[in-house]
């Protein structure tokens, strides 16, 4: 199977496209601060690198953060359209995850806190066991008040994500992977249709209410 994976929910933006039967061999184009319009040029760059036509591909994987709530919605807008026009299989997978396997890739091992901003001076935060084995979780993701952090910091664990050093100066930054994303899909067969995909946000929806007109003044 032919992956196409497509991860925009940081400032760092990748694709990558990998033949599931050979998982070591993959092409991946990186950017920084790419704008939606670019999304679709690193989609063809990447094509024209790994040797492949629009319709070798059989399936998508979408990183669906949480993060960029734009860079995300560009990643699905383009999996939908792709699935309607062609048919492929669509899979979404939390960015966290692969910033966990992008850990245990790089041989960050113990327990890793992965922090993604949240906006509102809170973060997002979950936690992973990370060995040469295997990566778990072991603290589900949450929001949480990003002042909180520095009381977290416990002797040996490790801090990561695509802005922590804005935390936590002892903390390594990394950038949720493409190249990740596409093996991650690879042993998974719980594709969805296109309809289904969302960005993670934890938060309740919020909004005012606008009181009923008064019938007098129509």
Known sequence: MTILALEFSSAQRSVAVMRSSNPQVM??????????????????????EAG??????????????PGSHTGIRVAISIAQGWQMACGVKLLGVSSVECL???????????????????????VYLASYEV?????????PLQITAS?????????????VGPEITRWLSQGKILFP??????????????????????????????????????????
């Not at 092409?27 to 024209?48: D, K, Q, S, W, Y």
């Not at 060995?131 to 603290?139: D, L, P, Q, V, Y």
């Not at 002042?147 to 801090?159: K, L, Q």
């Open 27 to 48: 092409t991946e184009i990186v950017e920084t601060g790419a704008g939606g319009t670019r999304a679709f040029g690193m989609v063809e760059a990447a094509l024209r």
């Open 52 to 65: 492949s036509d629009r319709e070798q591909i059989e399936a998508i994987a979408i990183g669906l953060g």
């Open 100 to 122: 966990a396997a992008q850990a245990q890739a790089e041989k960050i091992f113990g327990r890793v806190n992965v922090v993604i901003d949240a906006q509102r001076n809170e």
């Open 131 to 139: 060995s040469s084995g295997e990566w778990k979780e072991i603290k």
């Open 147 to 159: 002042t909180r952090m520095p009381s977290c910091n416990d002797a040996g664990e490790i801090w």
């Open 177 to 218: 992977s493409a190249a990740i994303l596409a093996r991650l899909a690879a042993s998974r067969n719980d594709f969805v249709r296109g309809d289904q995909l969302s960005p993670i946000y934890l938060r309740e929806p919020s909004f005012i209410k606008v009181a009923r007109p008064d019938p007098l003044f129509f």
